[in-house]
């Protein structure tokens, strides 16, 4: 088993949509990854770092961007992390 960070992205806390780019960063060496959502709205980060901290983050055009950090992984942990974009107001 290798360590994973995965999830999935809603729109509004209902819509799912495919290609928005998720980025997990290392802290420690600054290594940035990025993957993009599935046609469900899951992504999936694996074959990491033990440790951390990560910092998760999603952004898509429109929409308030969410980043969460503090993510520390466990030998052979498969970490879920769901993130919710919101429709910016005009």
Same mark, same amino acid.
């Given at each position: 088993?290798?360590?994973?960070?995965?999830?999935?992205?809603?729109?509004?806390?209902? !819509?799912? @949509?495919?290609?928005?780019? #998720?980025?997990?960063?290392?802290?420690?060496?600054?290594?940035?990854? &990025?993957?993009?959502? *599935?046609?469900?709205?899951?992504?999936?980060?694996?074959?990491?770092?033990?440790?951390?901290?990560?910092?998760?983050?999603? !952004?898509? @055009?429109?929409?308030?961007? #969410?980043?969460?950090?503090?993510?520390?992984?466990?030998?052979?942990? &498969?970490?879920?992390? *769901?993130?919710?974009?919101?429709?910016?107001?005009?």
């Amino acid at each position: 088993m290798h360590e994973s960070i995965s999830g999935q992205v809603t729109i509004n806390e209902k !819509e799912t @949509s495919a290609g928005i780019v #998720v980025k997990a960063v290392h802290e420690p060496t600054g290594s940035t990854f &990025a993957k993009k959502t *599935d046609s469900s709205g899951h992504y999936c980060f694996d074959r990491l770092k033990v440790g951390g901290p990560y910092v998760l983050s999603v !952004e898509s @055009s429109g929409y308030e961007g #969410v980043e969460l950090g503090g993510v520390n992984l466990k030998t052979g942990e &498969a970490y879920v992390q *769901d993130m919710n974009l919101v429709r910016v107001s005009a």
